[in-house]
């Protein structure tokens, strides 16, 4: 199976207002939605991917650096 990751970078004044979701359009058993738990600003170079150990929510911002993804990426692979 191949890994899939999902960098982004955004700027904003609070994080909490937030939340990522990534769809495959045509399967909804294929989504993966990432809400920040905590206020502040920015998401630089913030990467999800399956085998990162640190869940988002235990993260602050600014969110930098390897996330474990809510719900497993795999499903987006093909």
Do not use: C, W
Request: charged content about 20%; hydrophobic content about 35%.
């Amino acid at each position: 199976m191949s890994a899939v990751s999902v960098t982004v970078n955004i700027t904003h004044a609070y994080d909490a207002d937030l939340a990522l979701t990534l769809n495959r359009t045509h399967r909804q058993d294929s989504r993966a939605r990432h809400e920040p738990r905590s206020s502040g600003v920015n998401f630089t170079k913030y990467r999800v991917h399956d085998s990162a150990t640190l869940a988002i929510a235990a993260g602050s911002a600014p969110f930098t650096g390897n996330y474990k993804p809510e719900a497993v990426l795999s499903g987006f692979t093909g």
